[in-house]
Protein backbone atom coordinates (compact mmCIF):
# COMPACT_ATOMS: atom_id res chain seq x y z
CA UNK A 1 0.00 0.00 0.00
CA UNK A 2 1.53 3.87 -0.90
CA UNK A 3 2.48 5.71 2.02
CA UNK A 4 0.00 8.06 1.21
CA UNK A 5 -3.00 5.85 1.30
CA UNK A 6 -1.64 4.50 4.67
CA UNK A 7 -1.69 7.85 6.28
CA UNK A 8 -5.16 8.60 4.69
CA UNK A 9 -6.77 5.52 5.90
CA UNK A 10 -5.13 5.96 9.48
CA UNK A 11 -6.43 9.78 9.84
CA UNK A 12 -9.47 8.43 8.45
CA UNK A 13 -10.35 5.60 10.87
CA UNK A 14 -9.18 8.47 13.61
CA UNK A 15 -11.69 10.61 12.61
CA UNK A 16 -14.75 8.01 12.02
CA UNK A 17 -13.85 6.79 15.90
CA UNK A 18 -14.36 10.70 16.61
CA UNK A 19 -10.80 10.21 19.00
CA UNK A 20 -9.14 13.36 18.58
CA UNK A 21 -6.13 12.57 20.64
CA UNK A 22 -5.69 9.46 18.04
CA UNK A 23 -6.18 11.91 15.14
CA UNK A 24 -4.05 14.37 16.47
CA UNK A 25 -1.43 11.78 17.41
CA UNK A 26 -1.52 10.09 13.85
CA UNK A 27 -1.45 13.43 12.08
CA UNK A 28 2.04 14.22 14.14
CA UNK A 29 3.81 11.29 13.27
CA UNK A 30 3.00 10.70 10.00
CA UNK A 31 2.39 14.36 8.64
CA UNK A 32 4.58 16.89 10.85
CA UNK A 33 8.02 18.00 9.94
CA UNK A 34 10.68 18.20 12.52
CA UNK A 35 11.46 21.71 11.44
CA UNK A 36 9.05 24.31 13.11
CA UNK A 37 10.53 27.04 10.55
CA UNK A 38 7.79 28.10 7.40
CA UNK A 39 9.01 29.78 4.37
CA UNK A 40 6.01 31.93 3.03
CA UNK A 41 7.27 33.69 -0.17
CA UNK A 42 10.57 34.27 1.22
CA UNK A 43 9.11 35.31 4.72
CA UNK A 44 9.43 33.22 8.18
CA UNK A 45 8.35 35.79 10.29
CA UNK A 46 4.79 34.80 11.75
CA UNK A 47 3.83 38.08 11.78
CA UNK A 48 4.84 38.86 8.37
CA UNK A 49 3.00 35.72 7.56
CA UNK A 50 0.06 36.44 9.16
CA UNK A 51 0.07 39.28 7.22
CA UNK A 52 0.64 37.78 3.90
CA UNK A 53 -2.40 35.99 4.27
CA UNK A 54 -4.90 38.55 5.77
CA UNK A 55 -3.69 40.47 2.40
CA UNK A 56 -4.31 37.47 0.42
CA UNK A 57 -7.86 36.77 1.52
CA UNK A 58 -9.04 40.28 1.85
CA UNK A 59 -8.22 40.71 -1.98
CA UNK A 60 -9.72 37.35 -2.74
CA UNK A 61 -12.64 38.30 -1.06
CA UNK A 62 -13.20 41.61 -2.25
CA UNK A 63 -16.43 42.82 -3.84
CA UNK A 64 -15.97 43.24 -7.27
CA UNK A 65 -18.57 45.80 -7.30
CA UNK A 66 -19.18 48.15 -4.79
CA UNK A 67 -22.72 48.79 -5.27
CA UNK A 68 -24.06 45.23 -5.63
CA UNK A 69 -21.80 44.67 -2.27
CA UNK A 70 -23.40 46.92 -0.39
CA UNK A 71 -26.81 46.26 -1.51
CA UNK A 72 -26.28 42.53 -0.38
CA UNK A 73 -25.20 43.83 3.09
CA UNK A 74 -28.14 46.00 3.61
CA UNK A 75 -30.43 42.79 2.21
CA UNK A 76 -28.32 40.60 4.94
CA UNK A 77 -28.86 43.52 7.59
CA UNK A 78 -32.01 43.54 7.20
CA UNK A 79 -33.08 39.42 7.36
CA UNK A 80 -30.88 39.67 10.38
CA UNK A 81 -32.89 42.06 12.18
CA UNK A 82 -36.32 40.43 11.11
Given at each position: MEPSVSYSNDLHDALLCKNNTLFWKCWRSKLEMSSRFFDVEQS????LIAAKFASHFYDAYSANDVDTAESLRKQYATMRSG
Open positions: TSSD
